[in-house]
């Protein structure tokens, strides 16, 4: 009898520590849910409605939003600048994160944790500031930059960066490298510290060059990490906002609005929130196809590494 | 060339690389460093000079008195270190949760909030101000911090889990046969042991905050309650501002960036690969 009575007690006792690891964990669930899941929801109804802050009577429009937006050759095109601006971005970024990672992982370097440190200083650097240097070393008429491409004979004298469609795009790249390889670097050197010694030990003896144990050891060890963050990644460069806006407002004459700037601008600069909100809804539509291959790449990962 | 010689050449070339390799890393830090630092003059000197000589605080001091920084710094200040309390304790309580105790929803939670972890900012950013102006919470700093919360947690929820996690069991297991509730574990034995992950998270969760521009430029309405990266693009923006203040505001915003990457190297590395590898 007494036996049952603490076999019960137990149970209660799972229970109740069972409603408070609950308790525990339910303020991060609550403000996730009212500030990202909510408003989510709540912009799928939005977004059958002609909702604006000055209009009074609402009405539903059914999808007709959706057609105007996915019938909008601006918002190709802004989805287009994406692409090239994320996949140039990231293809730059991951090359150069995984040469600076081979050449900070060096058994030879010294100081390492200093070379490291002051590597991954631009990542600190806030997005605005990051804007504005770029700018400003690009100015036309006082740019540093320019001056050194003008001294090395590259250019001829001064150039507009900022004026023109193709180079104030090819000015936000370079930002963004400078800005994101210190991630990938961060990334890439957690995961050449996860690879064994012996394996390239073992090579080294078996005569293998230093590029065939890359290709052989290094990249295939790497590419579950790089797969996992890459999907991440590609998904918030794709919608980065801060950059493009503060270094050239979308443009000059729209050739760098990029989705992001796009869905914003249409927002909120006529406040006609039911078709912003339908912006919203599309591209979470196309996050949900990112988050599925993330997802995937995540469980083979998990299974690699246990 | 003898073998040691050799050896002595090679690691001299890897040492060179590096140092060439960081020029092009941090030059654009120098170089805002070194133009917000100059006089009115030479700021706009042709060509300009790389290494220059007449160094001056004008800029800086003009910015703070004219243009009124101090406050949007201070700002700035408050915020972030609110957000970044509130912040911490909340995404404890949830890691600590999910490492010290089992129930039915557990799994769920910490899909929930790695599936949040994804969303960037802009994608919510319009139904965010349709729900803040529905409650109200627009152009209040109430409704600001709560939207830094959100986005910042996921990834903090993560990082402790993480440190939780290599704690061993045995150790909670002795402490709670010692007599001590599984609630007490959490000061007396987790947060101790984790205290390097608490300070990398902390850090990247105010750097995050801080460097945060999205947010307070669609929430925040009136001028003086907004936050320091949104003045200075907004100061980038205006007619009669010199390249100099511009300059000089945003090295500014940059200060606590600046002091971090000095005086928290470890924490930041740490906290950097953590996220990194999680994401």
Redesign the interface.
């Known amino acids: 009898m007494k036996k049952r009575d603490d076999l019960n007690r137990g149970h209660a006792l799972e229970k109740r520590m069972g409603v408070q690891g609950f308790l525990l964990y339910l303020p991060a669930v609550l403000i996730i849910f009212l500030i990202i899941l909510y408003p989510l929801i709540y912009a799928l109804c939005m977004s059958f409605t002609n909702y604006r802050p000055t209009v009074r009577n609402v009405s539903i429009v059914g999808f007709s939003n959706y057609a105007k937006i996915l019938s909008d050759s601006d918002f190709w095109a802004a989805m287009g600048r994406s692409l090239f601006f994320t996949i140039t971005s990231l293809t730059l970024q991951i090359i150069l994160g995984l040469a600076l990672a081979q050449l900070l992982n060096h058994p030879r370097l010294k100081c390492k944790m200093l070379f490291r440190g002051l590597a991954i200083t631009p990542w600190l650097i806030p997005t605005v500031s990051v804007a504005l240097i770029f700018k400003w070393m690009f100015n036309d008429l006082y740019g540093i930059l320019n001056f050194m491409l003008v001294d090395i004979g590259i250019l001829d004298k001064p150039y507009a960066w900022m004026s023109g469609g193709k180079t104030a795009m090819f000015i936000l790249v370079l930002a963004n490298i400078w800005r994101g390889t210190p991630l990938m670097l961060t990334m890439f050197l957690a995961g050449l510290q996860g690879i064994p010694g012996d394996y390239y030990e073992a090579a080294r003896v078996d005569g293998a060059s230093a590029w065939y144990s890359f290709r052989k050891i290094t990249f295939p060890l790497l590419l579950p990490v790089v797969m996992v963050s890459g999907v991440l990644r590609f998904i918030w460069t794709f919608n980065f906002y801060d950059l493009p806006w503060v270094m050239t407002q979308g443009g000059p004459a729209d050739a760098t609005t990029t989705t992001p700037v796009y869905a914003y601008k249409r927002a909120f600069s006529s406040y006609r929130l039911g078709e912003g909100s339908a912006i919203s809804i599309i591209l979470f539509i196309v996050l949900l196809v990112f988050a599925f291959i993330y997802f995937r790449a995540k469980k083979y990962q998990d299974k690699i590494y246990k | 060339m003898t073998k040691n010689s050799k050896e002595k050449c090679?690691?001299f070339g890897?040492?060179f690389?590096?140092v060439i390799?960081?020029i092009?890393?941090?030059f654009?830090?120098y170089?805002?460093v070194v133009?917000a630092l100059q006089s009115p003059q030479s700021?706009?000197s042709?060509?300009?000079k790389?290494f220059p000589h007449d160094f001056s605080l004008y800029f800086v001091k003009k910015v703070f008195s004219e243009f009124g920084i101090g406050q949007f710094l201070f700002n700035s200040i408050f915020l972030s270190v609110m957000a970044t309390f509130c912040t911490l304790v909340?995404?404890c309580?949830?890691a600590?949760?999910?490492t010290?105790?089992?129930?039915?929803?557990?799994e769920t939670?910490s899909k929930?909030?790695l599936?949040?972890h994804?969303?960037?900012?802009?994608?919510?950013?319009?139904?965010?101000?349709?729900?803040m102006?529905?409650l109200h919470l627009i152009n209040t700093w109430m409704g600001l911090t709560?939207?830094y919360?959100?986005?910042e947690?996921?990834i903090c929820?993560w990082t402790m889990q993480s440190y939780f996690e290599t704690i061993p069991k045995d150790l909670i297991d002795a402490a709670e046969i010692d007599g001590l509730t599984?609630?007490k574990t959490l000061p007396k034995i987790f947060l101790p042991v984790a205290l390097p992950g608490l300070a990398a998270s902390g850090i990247m969760t105010f750097?995050g905050i801080?460097?945060n521009?999205?947010l307070c430029n669609?929430l925040i309405i009136d001028a003086d309650k907004k936050t320091l990266?949104?003045i200075?693009?907004d100061f980038?923006?205006r007619d009669n501002m010199l390249?100099g203040d511009?300059?000089a505001a945003?090295?500014v915003?940059?200060i606590p960036?600046f002091l971090?990457?000095l005086f928290a190297?470890r924490y930041?590395?740490g906290g950097?690969?953590q996220g990194?590898?999680k994401?």
């Open positions: 090679r690691t890897v040492n690389l590096a390799v960081m092009p890393i941090l654009p830090i170089w805002l133009s700021i706009i042709i060509p300009p790389l909340i995404a309580l949830a600590f949760s999910y010290a105790y089992r129930y039915r929803m557990r939670f929930s909030i599936f949040v994804m969303f960037p900012q802009i994608l919510i950013i319009i139904p965010i101000y349709l729900l102006s529905k709560l939207c919360i959100a986005f947690m996921p929820v599984r609630l750097i801080w460097n521009f999205l669609t990266p949104v200075v693009a980038a923006g390249q511009v300059l945003s090295l915003v940059c960036s971090f990457a190297q930041l590395v950097l690969t990194a590898v994401a």
